[in-house]
């Protein structure tokens, strides 16, 4: 007999009231049978890493990758943050959430509103709390106060 790979077989077998192997004509059996002698073969063949392209350097058995891809730090995935599209290595993945994600929670450091980090420049423009330079110039030019202030001097 000859052996086909799952998807060759359905198609062989496909719309056909007598399917035909297409090497030895000899009438196909629709009921087939895994090769169990061939998976086993093929478990043992030495393969690379999927993900090697991102570094990873594991080499190994077939059989062994399922386990190895589990805890693969290569891996990527995507980030947690709604609106981020970027997928990150996992083992990236703790420092792009705490500094580089634009989406990650910050805390303004004038008035400790909570606001994404992408939106933090907008928000400093119009923050209550942020020091400005008394227009007034009444107690020197250093003199800084929060903008919520200012209105008072005037």
């Known amino acids: 007999g000859d052996r086909y790979c799952l998807e060759c077989f359905a198609a062989l077998v496909k719309g056909n009231d007598k399917p035909a192997c297409p090497v030895c004509e000899e009438t196909i059996d629709r009921k087939s049978c895994p090769d169990v002698f061939a998976a086993k073969e093929l478990s043992l063949l030495k393969v690379y890493c999927p993900n090697r392209t991102e570094g990873c350097r594991w080499f190994d058995q077939l059989r062994q990758s399922k386990a190895h891809l589990l805890e693969c730090q290569f891996t990527l995935e995507d980030?947690?943050?709604?609106?981020?599209?970027?997928?990150?290595?996992?083992?990236?993945?703790?420092?792009?959430?705490?500094?580089?994600?634009?989406?990650?929670?910050?805390?303004?450091?004038?008035?400790d509103e909570q606001l994404v980090y992408k939106a933090t420049e907008t928000h400093l423009e119009t923050c209550p709390s942020v020091p400005v330079t008394c227009l007034n110039n009444c107690m020197g030019e250093e003199l800084m106060i929060p903008r919520n202030e200012v209105s008072i001097l005037l």
């Open 79 to 111: 980030c947690p943050n709604l609106e981020c599209t970027e997928r990150i290595p996992k083992a990236l993945k703790t420092k792009h959430l705490e500094e580089q994600c634009l989406y990650r929670l910050v805390q303004c450091q004038h008035c």
